[in-house]
């Protein structure tokens, strides 16, 4: 399946300014489409942070999405970040500044237009309910950093990502961790295709683990989930005849 990974680009999540709103929202999306998120980073506005990270990621990953910092404003680096990755020069996309002079039209000035400055051998990606295209330059999206725009733009080009959505099961048990992680263990032998997690909760009474089962592998999900679920009140069935 594809693997992605996501660059959230600001000082201002950094300093605690703001909180970050894309990367759980980018979690959940590529969930949703079946993408393997790899990692998720946030980094400084700086050429020198930006061309470090998107270099490695893209290495790693099939798609890497950056958001923020492609404004007009002098901290507005990644455009400069991403060319410098990959030894790229930055030149004036004609269309991108078309339609920034059409949106602006008598309040279009130099700072405006430098936002259609974009890495040398980048792709637009124009989708009819966008009026400004995604740029992409080699395996890298590049989105703005306003929550709303993100969202907007990522589903408006999602379906060029490919992936199979993941499935999903959960389970609830008041057994403790240490008596579940012999059944757990063995289930993650047996179906190697489902994705185990166990996760304690200690601000519920009784305390509980939750227990999530990923696959794309809709038989072996219910298979798994059916057999850890027999073992789990098993051993919560003998605990009470010990009593």
């Known amino acids: 399946m594809p693997t992605a990974a996501a660059v959230i680009i600001g000082n201002e999540i950094l300093t605690g300014k703001f909180e970050d709103e894309n990367g759980p929202w980018l979690t959940k999306r590529c969930r949703e489409l079946g993408l393997d998120l790899i990692q998720v980073s946030i980094i400084a506005d700086t050429n020198v942070a930006i061309s470090s990270e998107v270099q490695r990621l893209a290495n790693m990953a099939d798609w890497v999405f950056t958001t923020g910092g492609i404004g007009p404003t002098h901290d507005d680096v990644t455009m400069k970040g991403i060319a410098t990755a990959f030894g790229l020069k930055l030149h004036r996309d004609e269309k991108l500044s078309t339609l920034i002079t059409h949106h602006l039209g008598d309040r279009v000035n130099e700072d405006a237009l430098r936002m259609a400055d974009v890495p ?13 295209p995604v740029v992409v330059c080699r ?8 929550p709303a725009y993100l ?11 490919g992936g199979q959505p993941v499935l999903g099961r959960q389970l609830t048990t008041h057994l403790s961790e240490t008596a579940i992680a012999h059944t757990l263990r063995e289930a993650a032998q047996r179906w190697s295709q489902v994705s185990i997690g166990s996760y304690p909760r200690f ?11 990923d696959s794309r592998a809709d038989d072996d999900l219910d298979e798994c989930s059916n ?8 051993i919560e069935n003998k605990g009470r005849g010990a009593l």
Request: net charge negative.
């Open 120 to 132: 040398e051998g980048s792709e637009l990606w124009q989708e009819s309910d966008n009026r400004f």
């Open 151 to 161: 969202q907007a733009k990522f589903d408006s080009i999602a379906h060029r990502l």
């Open 203 to 213: 601000d519920t009474t009784p305390r509980t683990v939750i227990v999530t089962l």
């Open 227 to 234: 057999w850890i679920r027999q073992h789990l009140d098993s």
């Open 139 to 146: 395996n890298v999206l590049i989105f703005p950093g306003v």
